[in-house]
């Protein structure tokens, strides 16, 4: 399976982005799925995970901020983000199960 991920951009502080992954085959229910995000010079931090059962995970920066939401139907897996803050750049790379996406750029302007 392949991952395309994209959706992200420069948006103001305060502003919101809607970032999607979709993948070339079928997801399942049962693939856990994610956000993971770098900064520059930053390790790559989990920013949100899905797993069977809908049970969602959140990185602390981000609660109440984020959703992380599947589609089976449309093969994708999105991430809503509100309320961005300048720390929130970096580049978003989604997973599925073992399947890694090549990640897209988000961009907060203060």
């Known amino acids: 399976v392949q991952l395309q991920a994209y959706g992200g951009g420069l948006v103001q502080a305060g502003g919101s982005l809607r970032l999607s992954c979709a993948a070339s085959?079928?997801?399942?229910?049962?693939?856990?799925v994610g956000w993971y995000r770098q900064a520059p010079g930053e390790n790559r931090e989990l920013v949100a995970s899905?797993?069977?059962?809908?049970?969602?995970e959140y990185g602390a920066s981000v609660k109440g901020r984020f959703t992380i939401s599947r589609s089976v139907a449309d093969n994708t897996v999105s991430l809503q983000m509100n309320s961005l803050k300048p720390e929130d750049t970096g580049r978003y790379y989604c997973?599925?199960?073992?399947?890694w996406g090549q990640g897209t750029l988000v961009t907060v302007s203060s």
């Open positions: 997973y599925i199960g073992q399947t």
């Open positions: 085959k079928r997801i399942t229910v049962t693939n856990r």
């Open positions: 899905m797993m069977r059962g809908g049970i969602t």
